[in-house]
């Protein structure tokens, strides 16, 4: 599976941005598609995933600002980001999780200004 994430940019505090992630193949079979995040200096973190059957998972310092989709039809999923913090400055990557496989997209750039 080939992942390809955008939606990045740069976005004032408190602004929002929509990443997206579209995969090469159907993603309705996939276990779990999700974002992570690593911003500089700092190791890769999840941020957020959905399972085949939707569930969602949020970590805790973006629960209730971020919202994560996904659009079967257009094999893609996305990431709603509101109240943005220069914390959450990062290179967001998507990526997907088989009990066989696993594959990352190439990371988008998100920028937060205070």
């Known amino acids: 599976v080939q992942l390809q994430a955008s939606g990045g940019g740069l976005v004032q505090a408190g602004g929002s941005l929509r990443l997206s992630c579209a995969a090469s193949e159907s993603i309705s079979s996939i276990h779990i598609m999700g974002w992570y995040r690593q911003a500089p200096g700092k190791e890769r973190e999840p941020v957020a995933t959905i399972s085949n059957i939707g569930s969602t998972y949020y970590s805790n310092s973006v629960e209730g600002r971020f919202t994560i989709s996904r659009d079967i039809a257009k094999n893609t999923i996305y990431l709603q980001m509101n109240s943005l913090d220069p914390e959450d400055t990062a290179v967001y990557y998507c990526?997907?999780?088989?009990?066989?496989?696993?594959?990352w997209g190439q990371g988008t750039q998100v920028t937060v200004s205070s």
């Open positions: 990526y997907v999780w088989n009990p066989s496989n696993n594959y």
